[in-house]
Nanobody
Framework: QVQLVESGGGLVQAGDSLRLSCAAS????????MGWFRQAPGKEREFVAA????????NYADSVKGRFTISRDNAKNTVYLQMNSLKPEDTAVYYC?????????????????WGQGTQVTVSS
């Protein structure tokens, strides 16, 4: 079992940066690939980024590639999402997720545990 708590969201202006954190509890965190997803009002939840259990492998949505960076610190049971050059279209609730699968997934159905989400609002 893994419990996830996101933090770091807020209201920023276009071009600003934010760093989201996801604190995990549970024995399996260090062996779990992790992902970030987001959901804007009226839209489906979509993949943002994912990272392997070791941190050696990452994957990004095309819309955030080059602007966002996912990382993890297994000693602190925390995964991060550094978001730079934010745009109004990045406005959404951001969710952290963990999977029991060894693979880095891009679909919500591939993840077993979810946090409650943190709101990110980017004004133009």
């Amino acid at each position: 079992q893994v419990q996830l708590v996101e933090s770091g969201g807020g209201l920023v202006q276009a071009g600003d940066s934010l760093r989201l954190s996801c604190a995990a509890s549970g024995r399996t965190f260090a062996t779990s690939p992790m992902g970030w997803f987001r959901q804007a009002p009226g839209k489906e939840r979509e993949f943002v980024a994912a990272i392997s259990w070791s941190g050696a492998g990452t994957n990004y949505a095309d819309s955030v590639k080059g602007r966002f960076t996912i990382s993890r610190d297994n000693a602190k049971n925390t995964v991060y999402l550094q978001m730079n050059s934010l745009k109004p279209e990045d406005t959404a609730v951001y969710y952290c997720a963990a999977t029991r699968s060894p693979a880095i997934g891009v679909y919500t159905t591939g993840y077993d545990y979810w946090g409650q989400g943190t709101q990110v609002t980017v004004s133009s």
